[in-house]
């Protein structure tokens, strides 16, 4: 009788326990769910088998498309459809409604873009805590690249150039204003001219110089602006923004400050100080402030914000909240004009933008 009764009592402990494992490790599961998940999709996009089921396809026609043995196409294909990213109908697979979207041409991001830049980001996560990683403009090109594909939206989408054009026009109608009756504009570490693109495509008085430091991104630029027709309004400069000796040219200037690592910074906005014209404004996109509390810190903004200051404080940037970058750009000799935070985008790094001015004297 006894021995009944310790053998129950022993299994309702073991019960509790695995009840208690089972919670603990829900988080960590799902976890490693999104993690193969992604793995299948970046497998699915590298081997052709995503793009073959843009039209509806069984699985000869994908393997014949893709070289891929049929066994194999049809683990993928069955994989894919167990996470909702094809669609079975008899026997063909297409991409399912959602996916369809994401990967479409005029999609506000590249699929495969935002899966490469997320692959920068996370080795710099996985190697964040072990040593100081290379500064920002020390990354491979291919990194460097990827990452300038990767934060913003792509200029050849025209609701990404209308939400760039729409938010941006919101936030500082001044300059916008200014940019429609005809103005030169400056970005300072354009990357692959995301935004620049968007609004010179969108802005037709509008006129550029794009500067930036890494050869495969300022090449990737070069390409959009002959696809998207603006060619002939910006001038993309493979060049440290340092080196600017344009003076007192530029109406106004965009600094991406969040790529731009401690060392140099003030060397920067020095050149951007002398290259605008007095009056001339200044944008800077910023990064979200600190979260305030335990529990903001545990919602999506705050995780990212914490993970932000791994990956870029890993890269040497600097990870401001708006006082210190105003601290940063008054004491280059700019007036702050005003700091606007929109709700976040999780598709862009930049949190909200500082207009301020060269003022006149
Ligand atoms: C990734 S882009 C930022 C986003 C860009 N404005 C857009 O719309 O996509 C920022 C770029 O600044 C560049 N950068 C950093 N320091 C620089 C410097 N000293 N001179 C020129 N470019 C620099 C980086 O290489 C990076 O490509």
């Not at 609004?199 to 696809?227: C, F, H, K, W």
């Not at 530029?250 to 969040?258: G, H, K, L, R, T």
Request: proline residues 5%.
């Amino acid at each position: 009788m006894d021995q009944d009764r310790e053998t129950a009592a022993g299994r309702e402990a073991l019960r509790r326990e695995l009840l208690a494992y089972g919670a603990a490790s829900r988080t960590l599961n799902e976890w490693i769910s999104g993690a193969r998940a992604l793995a299948l999709l970046r497998a699915a996009i590298s081997s052709g088998i995503f793009d073959a089921a843009r039209t509806p396809s069984t699985v000869g026609e994908i393997s014949a498309a893709t070289g891929v043995e049929g066994p194999r196409v049809a683990d993928v294909c069955l994989a894919l459809e167990a996470h909702g990213v094809f669609e079975r109908d008899g026997e063909s697979y297409r991409l399912s409604e959602d996916y369809a979207a994401l990967a479409s041409p005029d999609a506000l991001q590249s699929l495969p873009d935002l899966l490469a830049k997320e692959r920068v980001l996370g080795r710099a996560l996985e190697s964040a805590a072990s040593s100081q990683d290379a500064a920002f403009t020390e990354l491979t090109s291919e990194d460097a690249s990827a990452m300038a594909l990767g934060v913003g939206m792509r200029p050849s989408s025209p609701t990404a150039r209308a939400l760039w054009a729409s938010a941006l026009a919101g936030m500082a109608p001044e300059l916008y204003g200014l940019w429609e009756g005809g103005a030169r504009h400056l970005e300072i570490g354009c990357g692959a001219a995301n935004a620049l693109l968007s609004l010179l495509a969108t802005i037709p008085r509008l006129s550029a110089v794009g500067v930036e430091i890494d050869g495969g991104a300022i090449a990737i630029a070069r390409r959009r602006a002959r696809e998207l027709g603006v060619d002939d309004r910006v001038e993309l400069r493979h060049a440290d923004a340092r080196d600017l000796d344009e003076e007192a040219s530029f109406d106004s200037a965009n600094w991406s400050q969040q790529f731009f690592p401690a060392e140099g910074r003030g060397e920067v906005l020095a050149a951007a100080w002398r290259a605008l014209k007095p009056d001339g404004y200044l944008l800077a996109t910023m990064f979200g402030e600190p979260p305030g509390s335990a529990e903001a810190l545990r919602e999506p903004t705050g995780r990212s914000y914490a993970l932000d200051r791994l990956a870029y404080g890993g890269w040497g940037v600097p990870v401001l909240g708006v006082e210190e970058l105003r601290e940063q750009v008054e004491g280059a000799g700019f007036e702050v004009l005003r700091t606007v935070s929109p709700p976040p985008n999780p598709l862009m790094v930049s949190r909200g933008i500082m207009l301020a001015r060269r003022p006149k004297t």
